[in-house]
């Protein structure tokens, strides 16, 4: 089985989402190298493991931590997993809401790479895998569809991507569709150079989804595959799936021991292996075929070296490279890097239209070479939901004591395809860069706490409603300053006196009584009746 490739009958797929599937995966950061590997922050946790482990590489599983709920579970047939954190996982019922997640906190911003492992495998006796989603930092990146490959759904899928963190927070969550619970293996995520894979060009708002890294000419290798090392934890798939068959019988292979200058480099720190093997087509061809999901834009990276000792000069090795049918540039490894030295070039294909991306390289003279090459879909990132309201919304979270069923994990209002918090209702902000949040209607949920001062933090909030619980505490001073129009806090055991700006006059409701508040009633309340709205506030204590 290999790790890239997509298997017929994958599940049906509504946003870009890539499954990679593969028995062995591991980061493994070497104890040396030419020049230190400036980032150190790496967590490798084991979903729904009870302790902590280390692989056959040395690589240590931390046990489960940072969900926000969910359930441990373990795989029906073990035995057939190599290593312990493919056996367990972590699963969502709908009693802990249909939003769960992984939360990583105090992270520096910068770019991580996120390494998920989903498994099923009939851990819950169904035979039947669920339908899900799965976002990161906001952003939907993921769809699973019941029925699955009886492959996939026996085995697991791995599936990798890049984004960028500027919260101090990573965010993985899962949506549960219908009744189905969403399931997880384990979750990797590394911190990587800020500049790799042209982000400087690209910007921070795109999520690099995989779908596709290939080393030519090799078996599969890589963290978890062998002992050679890629500092990103990126694993390297055999080109031998993704040739084109009427092309197999012609190509040949290239291999050398010798060093190849210009490896393991800052940004994106390519391995010297990828570069020491290569393949060339013998019809002056090479053609791959790569599976895609259309209507993305898509980042490809084309890996050389010329390791030929034959080729002494610029010139004797010439070809094109055709992305597509588009005759996208022409590479003369040689007049670019000399004799074994690593040359990368990468392009973009832009709203793709098909479910294939096809890419030939045709000689012009000699024969083409290729030593790698990787696909990543260019995913925008969604709207997320303003940082003073979310800080606002976690305090409310934690002070009304909002139960477990009600999934308030993650963003409040992102992904945008998804719902938000139950009981809340977002909008876009007036630029439209951030979403805020517009409604909570929170009456009658058996809410035992208290009204967070943090909510004056919710300043776009035009309705709030958290009649007929058992609150108690004072109403936050403040309340009533901004946006707010409409009010409901009544039937609940708030003390205390009125505060004066709910004498604003954008209220146009203000309903408070059955409580226990005492003091008098601010005059200017009044005028809200007086302009036609409606208040209920005279049963003080």
């Not at 946003?15 to 230190?36: E, K, N, R």
């Not at 980032?39 to 046990?63: A, E, K, M, R, V």
């Not at 799936?241 to 994106?268: A, E, H, M, R, Y």
């Not at 918090?421 to 035992?448: H, M, Y």
Request: aromatic share 12%; hydrophobic share 35%.
């Amino acid at each position: 089985m290999s790790e890239f490739s997509q298997p017929p009958n994958l599940p049906p797929l509504n946003m870009p989402s890539f499954v990679l599937f593969l028995f062995f995966f591991f980061f493994f950061f070497p104890s040396s190298m030419a020049a230190p590997y400036p980032f150190s922050i790496s967590y490798h946790i084991d979903c729904g493991g009870l302790i902590n482990s280390t692989d056959p590489f040395g690589t240590t599983w931390l046990s489960d931590r940072f969900y926000t709920g969910g359930t441990t579970g373990i795989v029906s047939e073990p035995l057939i997993f190599h290593h312990p954190q493919e056996k367990n996982l972590r699963f969502f019922p709908l009693s802990s809401g249909k939003k769960n997640c992984y939360i990583i906190p105090n992270l520096p911003s910068g770019r991580y790479y996120f390494r998920t492992f989903t498994v099923y495998d009939n851990y819950d006796g169904r035979s039947h895998p669920p339908s899900f989603d799965a976002s990161i930092e906001g952003t939907l990146v993921f769809s699973w569809r019941s029925p699955w490959n009886e492959n996939l759904a026996r085995h697991g899928a791995y599936s990798d991507l890049f984004a960028f963190i500027t919260d101090g927070e990573a965010d993985f969550c899962f949506y549960s569709l219908s009744t189905d619970s969403p399931v997880i293996g384990s979750f990797q995520l590394v911190q990587v150079d800020p500049l790799s894979y042209n982000s400087t060009t690209i910007g921070e708002n795109f999520i690099l989804v995989n779908y596709g890294r290939i080393t030519c000419g090799s078996e599969q290798w890589g963290p978890g595959f062998s002992n050679d090392t890629d500092v990103f934890g990126r694993s390297w798939q055999s080109d031998s799936d993704f040739i084109i068959p009427t092309l197999k019988q012609s190509v040949k292979v290239l291999s050398t021991t010798n060093s190849v200058s210009g490896t393991d480099q800052q940004p994106n720190y390519f391995p010297m292996k990828l570069y020491q093997k290569a393949v060339t087509g013998g019809r002056g061809v090479l053609e791959y075929e790569l599976g895609v999901d259309a209507k993305l834009d898509y980042l490809i990276w084309l890996h050389f070296a010329e390791i030929d000792s034959s080729v002494k000069k610029a010139g004797q090795r010439v070809f094109d490279v055709f992305i597509n049918g588009n005759n996208a540039t022409r590479i003369d490894i040689f007049a670019k890097v000399g004799s074994f030295g690593a040359y990368s070039w990468s392009y973009t294909v832009k709203n793709l239209s098909s479910l294939t991306l096809t890419v030939k390289l045709v000689g012009v003279v000699g024969s083409p070479l290729l030593s790698g090459l990787e696909n990543y879909a260019l995913v925008p990132r969604d709207l997320s939901t303003a940082a003073e309201q979310v800080s606002a919304m976690r305090a409310l979270k934690e002070s009304l004591r909002v139960p477990g069923r009600m999934g308030w994990n993650g963003d409040p209002c992102a992904p945008t395809n998804w719902d938000a918090w139950e009981g809340i209702t977002c909008r876009p902000n007036k630029n439209a860069t951030a979403l805020v949040i517009f409604q909570i209607d929170l009456g009658s949920q058996g809410l035992k706490g208290y009204i967070s001062d943090k909510i004056i933090l919710l300043t776009n909030l035009v309705s709030l409603n958290l009649s007929s619980n058992s609150l108690g505490g004072t109403i936050p001073p403040g309340l009533g300053e901004n946006s707010l129009t409409r009010l409901d806090l009544s039937n609940n055991e708030l003390t205390g006196s009125i505060p004066d700006s709910l004498a604003s006059p954008n209220l146009q409701l203000v309903l408070l009584n059955d409580n226990l508040l005492d003091g008098r009633v601010p005059e200017e309340i009044y005028s809200i009746g007086v302009h036609g709205g409606a208040i209920e506030a005279l049963v003080l204590a």
